[in-house]
């Protein structure tokens, strides 16, 4: 896995691998690596979500300052 992904590149991945799974195409053997990479990229997304949400409250928090 990359280093440093998106928001975007981690949703597309964990989208594939829900794909897989509710095609069948995963087998026995690699369902579990599957949902370890899931969970990673599921982490990475809550991560980026997290950030952005505090970015979004700094930036109205210094929006409200600036017009008072």
Do not use: F, P, R
């Not at 896995?1 to 690699?30: C, H, W």
């Not at 979004?56 to 300052?65: D, G, S, T, W």
Request: hydrophobic share 40%.
């Amino acid at each position: 896995m990359k280093d440093k992904l998106t928001y975007t590149e981690a949703y597309e991945a964990l989208l594939a691998i829900v794909n897989e799974l509710e095609q069948g195409e995963i087998s026995i053997d690699e369902l579990s690596e599957k949902v370890k990479h899931a969970s990673e990229l599921i982490a990475i997304c809550k991560e980026k979500l997290q950030a952005t949400e505090l970015n979004v409250q700094a930036i109205l928090k210094n929006l409200n300052e600036s017009n008072e």
